[in-house]
C-alpha cells in the first residue's frame, strides 16, 4: 500500500546542531508540506513545494529550509537547532487540489 | 488574515451523548474546508471536505454540514472509541494548496 513515513520518530539534539527530518512518501504525490504542531497553537505550515525543485515559505519557515530533488521525498533541515525548535513535526502530501495525508510525525527534542 | 477557529476547546460526553463541534472560519474565499481526526502520538486522518455551503457528509457516527460561515461535526450517539482531537482546516483562494488550520477539540467520551 502507498503511505507517507517520517524518520526518526523520535530524536533528541543540542542546541547549534544541524538536524534534518525524513518524509517520504510513495503515492507520486507533486505537493509536500511541513507542518510543526505545539501546545496552543495547532498545526503550523513551515515550508511546502509543489514539485521537483519547487519549495516555499509557510507562515514559520525561520531557521528551516527544505529541498525538494524527487516527487517522493521532501526533507526538513533545521541548521542549527534551537530550544524554541522542541516540537513535533508533521509530513503531509496531497494530489493537485484533494485533501492532505499526514505521516506519523518526528518528536524533535532539542536541549 | 484568513483564521480557523474551533469551539469548544475540549469536550466531556458521556457515551450515547450526542454533540457537535463548532469550526468557524474568516478566509478569502473558501476552497473547500476540511475535518481530520488525531489521536494522541499520531499523525492527523483525514475524515471529510466539503465544498460549498449546505454540503453535508456523513461517515459512520460523524456528520459534517458547512454554512458561509462555518462548520459543524455533529457525533451521534459517540461509542469511547470516538475520543480523539478534531481539526478543522481551510482552504483559501488563489491557487495555493495551503491549509489554514484551528488549534482542535478534544473530545473524551465516557463509557
Known amino acids: 500500500d ?3 513515513t517520517q524518520s526518526p520518530r523520535h530524536k533528541i539534539t543540542e542546541t547549534g546542531r544541524q538536524v534534518t527530518l525524513a518524509c517520504h512518501q510513495t503515492w507520486n504525490h507533486n505537493n509536500m508540506f511541513w507542518y510543526r504542531q505545539d501546545l496552543g497553537h495547532g498545526l503550523r505550515l513551515i515550508h511546502y513545494s509543489y514539485g521537483v525543485q519547487d519549495t516555499n515559505k509557510g507562515e514559520v519557515s525561520d531557521g528551516y529550509s527544505v529541498s525538494r530533488s524527487n516527487t517522493e521525498d521532501l526533507p526538513l533541515t533545521l541548521e542549527s537547532a534551537a530550544s524554541s ?3 513535533v513535526y508533521f509530513c503531509a502530501s496531497s494530489p493537485h487540489g484533494n485533501e492532505q495525508f499526514f505521516g506519523p510525525g518526528t518528536r524533535l527534542t532539542v536541549l | 488574515e484568513d483564521q480557523v477557529t474551533q469551539s469548544p476547546e475540549a ?3 458521556q457515551e450515547g451523548e450526542s454533540s457537535s463541534l463548532n ?3 474568516t478566509v478569502s474565499g473558501l476552497r473547500g474546508l476540511f475535518w481530520y481526526r488525531q489521536d494522541p502520538g499520531k499523525g492527523p486522518e483525514f475524515l471529510f471536505t466539503l465544498y460549498s455551503a449546505g454540503e453535508e457528509k456523513e461517515k459512520e457516527r460523524l456528520k459534517a454540514t458547512l454554512t458561509k460561515k462555518e462548520s459543524f461535526l455533529h457525533i451521534t450517539a459517540p461509542k469511547p472509541e470516538d475520543s480523539a482531537t478534531y481539526l ?11 491549509l489554514v488550520f484551528g488549534k482542535g477539540t478534544k473530545l473524551t467520551v465516557n463509557p
Do not use: F, H, M, V
Request: aromatic content about 4%.
Open chain 1, 2 to 4: 502507498a503511505e507517507i
Open chain 2, 11 to 13: 469536550l466531556r460526553l
Open chain 2, 23 to 25: 469550526c468557524s472560519y
Open chain 2, 88 to 98: 478543522c482546516a481551510a482552504k483559501t483562494q488563489g491557487g495555493s494548496e495551503k
Open chain 1, 85 to 87: 525548535q522542541t516540537s
